[in-house]
């Protein structure tokens, strides 16, 4: 009798081996703000030094065909956390018609509402320790969009994105409670990004023994350009000030990834932990003195524009237990693509419909065809636009503000990734293709519509 207790104990010792409980995997989506696509040295950048990024794209898988989720700042975040593009999530532009006020004394905030499910809301209903360090943009305080409503258990940073503006803010938010800087009382001495830092690598050390969830949208490098000190490494440039500074902040963020990355190995927890690395859209400035830097490179346009240097954006994804080394994809992904994509990773089922397709199996070197999707984008500043791209096909209608019936522009972006031969005279059926696609892809929006159509919204637009 003892000895068949025992063999059953010994088989139950080597089910339990053989069988481990499978452990989730973190988490970290690091956004950069307006950081072109050419930008970083793992993506040809000559002029910044970007190291420990491109040390973080040596150890993972770099997508040469990413897109954000808009041009601009709050879509794109919105896009993001929804997994809905511009033409079905909540928040598709920075100032929406029946917004609130917001911090930055405009109004047209549109918050996130509590139907809105964000992909931190998933995690944190699946196990998962959820934070925020940096930039929110998608609810001012007291709204239903305030960052712990909307899944995070923590939040550290601006509610604002206009308040993000400056580096040396006379106060930052904590969760709900509102943090006064002192030292940045008329003195400047608290740089915001520092603070960041210190939060990011508190939420890592303290949630390193269960699964967590850190999204950390950072400022940098947006305007405007400040900056504790220029790095030495750019003090003897030839350059203006403008210039080094703005260097000095795209490698102050590359510092950043190394410390956490340092952080995530210190503590044993980088071989079960998956880190993006992206930016919210294209760069902001690409003209003058900023064309030393061909932040986009060959893509035409910059941020708020619906060419490739708007949207186009770098995206690197590292977990060296599961992604191949030094390896790149040129997938056609965009952000409504990451919130399926964490859902299979962590292998959890969602009934609600999301506008992104996984690409997990990309990241594990299989081959995926995403041939028969496509992906949208619309905007709402300036003139107006909605842009599609399916295949290697790009479309493009412009001054929508101005009614629907404008002509339709058609790049192949793999003959002319810098759109500028317009092929719409030579291809009807793609023009009719591209009709078909936005309309199906937009659903009204109480916040946000055409201007012909409502001539109330026109104060709100182009703030």
């Known amino acids: 009798m003892k000895k068949i207790f025992f063999q059953l104990i010994v088989f139950l010792v080597i089910v339990s081996c053989d069988n481990p409980k499978k452990e989730l995997p973190n988490i970290i989506f690091i956004m950069a703000d307006d950081l072109g696509s050419a930008e970083l040295g793992a993506y040809g950048q000559k002029n910044i030094f970007t190291p420990n990024i491109d040390i973080l794209s040596s150890e993972g898988m770099s997508f040469t065909q990413a897109y954000s989720g808009s041009s601009v700042c709050a879509p794109a975040r919105s896009v993001l956390m929804t997994g809905l593009h511009t033409g079905h999530t909540r928040v598709r532009g920075n100032f929406g018609y029946g917004g609130v006020s917001g911090l930055g004394g405009k109004e047209g905030r549109v918050p996130l509402k509590n139907e809105d499910i964000t992909i931190a809301e998933i995690l944190k209903d699946n196990g998962y320790k959820t934070g ?59 740089y915001s990004h520092d603070i960041f830092l210190k939060k990011t690598l508190g939420f890592i050390e303290e949630n390193m023994s269960s699964p967590f969830f850190l999204y950390l ?94 949207i186009r954006v770098p995206l690197i994804v590292r977990n060296p237990s599961l992604i191949k080394k030094n390896s790149k994809s040129d997938i056609v992904t965009y952000f409504p693509d990451f919130f399926p994509t964490i859902l299979e990773l962590i292998n959890v089922n969602y009934s609600n419909k999301i506008d992104g397709l996984s690409i997990a199996p990309t990241l594990f070197g299989e081959k995926q065809n995403f041939d028969d999707r496509y992906l949208y984008w619309e905007f709402y500043e300036q003139d107006g636009w909605k842009a599609a791209r399916f295949k290697n096909w790009k479309v493009i209608k412009n001054n929508i503000h101005f009614g629907t019936d404008q002509p339709i522009e058609l790049y192949n972006l793999i003959d002319d990734p810098s759109e500028v031969i317009n092929l719409s005279s030579r291809f009807p059926d793609i023009i009719k293709k591209a009709e078909e696609i936005f309309l199906e892809a937009h659903i009204p929006s109480e916040n946000w519509f055409w201007k012909f159509q409502n001539s109330e919204v026109e104060k709100i637009y182009n703030q």
Not at 133 to 145: F, I
Not at 155 to 176: C, I, K, M, T, V
Not at 243 to 272: C, F, H, P, R, W
């Open 132 to 190: 925020m360090v940096g930039k929110w943009g998608l609810g001012e305080p007291n709204t239903s969009g305030e960052p712990n409503k909307k899944g995070f258990d923590y939040f550290f940073g601006f509610l604002n994105q206009r308040r993000a503006h400056s580096y040396y803010p006379d106060y930052l938010w904590e969760d709900s409670q509102k943090i006064i800087l002192e030292n940045n009382d008329g003195k400047g001495k608290d």
């Open 217 to 310: 949208p950072l400022c940098i490098p947006h305007s405007n350009f400040e900056i504790p000190e220029i790095l030495d490494v750019y003090k003897e440039k030839k350059w203006n000030k403008k210039q080094k500074i703005y260097a000095s902040m795209v490698s102050t963020m590359d510092n950043t990834v190394g410390k956490i990355m340092e952080k995530l190995k210190d503590l044993d927890i980088d071989k079960n932990t998956y880190v993006f690395f992206t930016s919210d859209n294209g760069a902001a400035q690409i003209d003058d003195e900023w064309k030393i830097f061909k932040s986009n490179g060959l893509l035409k346009g910059k941020k708020r524009d619906p060419y490739e240097g708007g």
